[in-house]
């Protein structure tokens, strides 16, 4: 088969002089056009709960998990990555709420709120973070200690909080069964005392805990012992 081809030569000048200054005009204009502005997008407020709902046709532990998924890469946007500090937190918690309450046996959440968002160097923040985990442990805390466990790390060793430190810490000894929660996380509030230098308060605590049986394990109830003499030397 003969294709029906012509040289270049054969097409009239005032021809190929048109294209080469489409040309010139099309890389002139794209030269002279400003690089892309990438805008972040602010975190929208989360809808109901019953509108989450009915958006999962049913399957609320699967939108649970879609939503999370989506929350957690919110800071990546089309040419721009967010820091975590600059997000609106107080719609973070929002968002972690109506994923709990879509799927109230989720821990993810809860993780996120005291790993990933309590993490950035921003006290206020941090503060919105943990205080969402005290709320929600309340809900379960059984199930929820762990992450309020952590919360007593992040405010006694990372805001410098003690009395914040405190108050997490007597919630994990008051509000959770023994058994069912480890002894340690359950004692929490005997060191953060120490650390207050409330050694007689730590004392008489920890004596109580020894005196009605709280450790169980041998080991453990040797630690808490010597723990209690060593309180006893420093109130000395």
């Known amino acids: 088969m003969v294709r029906d081809e012509r040289p270049v030569a054969a097409v009239p000048r005032t021809v190929l002089a048109c294209l080469a200054c489409a040309l010139l005009a099309q890389a002139l204009w794209q030269g002279a056009q400003p690089p892309p502005d990438a805008r972040a997008r602010a975190l929208?407020?989360?809808?109901?709960?019953?509108?989450?709902?009915a958006l999962s046709f049913g399957?609320?532990?699967?939108?649970?998990?879609?939503?999370?998924?989506?929350l957690q890469a919110f800071d990546n946007q089309p040419g721009i990555s967010i820091p975590f500090r600059e997000l609106?937190?107080?719609?973070?918690?929002a968002w972690l709420d109506r994923i709990l309450a879509l799927d109230p046996r989720a821990q993810y959440p809860l993780l996120a709120a005291a790993r990933v968002y309590g993490e950035v160097n921003?006290?206020?923040k941090q503060r919105r973070m943990m205080q969402f985990v005290?709320?929600?442990?309340?809900?379960?805390?059984?199930?929820?200690?762990?992450?309020?466990?952590?919360?007593?790390f992040v405010a006694k060793h990372r805001m410098h909080d003690l009395p914040l430190a405190l108050e997490y810490a007597r919630a994990l000894a008051v509000e959770t069964t023994p058994g069912q929660v480890p002894d340690w996380a359950r004692q929490m509030q005997i060191f953060v005392l120490e650390d207050m230098g409330d050694l007689e308060a730590a004392r008489v605590?920890?004596?109580?805990?020894?005196?009605?049986?709280?450790?169980?394990?041998?080991?453990?109830?040797?630690?808490?012992?010597?723990?209690?003499?060593?309180?006893?030397?420093?109130?000395?």
């Open 88 to 93: 609106d937190f107080d719609r973070v918690a």
């Open 205 to 236: 605590l920890l004596g109580g805990l020894i005196a009605a049986g709280e450790a169980r394990d041998p080991a453990a109830l040797a630690f808490l012992k010597w723990r209690l003499t060593q309180l006893g030397k420093g109130a000395e």
């Open 134 to 152: 005290y709320e929600r442990f309340r809900a379960d805390p059984d199930r929820r200690w762990p992450w309020l466990a952590h919360a007593v």
């Open 59 to 70: 399957e609320p532990v699967t939108g649970a998990k879609a939503l999370m998924l989506w």
């Open 44 to 53: 929208p407020s989360p809808p109901s709960v019953t509108v989450l709902r």
């Open 122 to 124: 921003d006290v206020d």
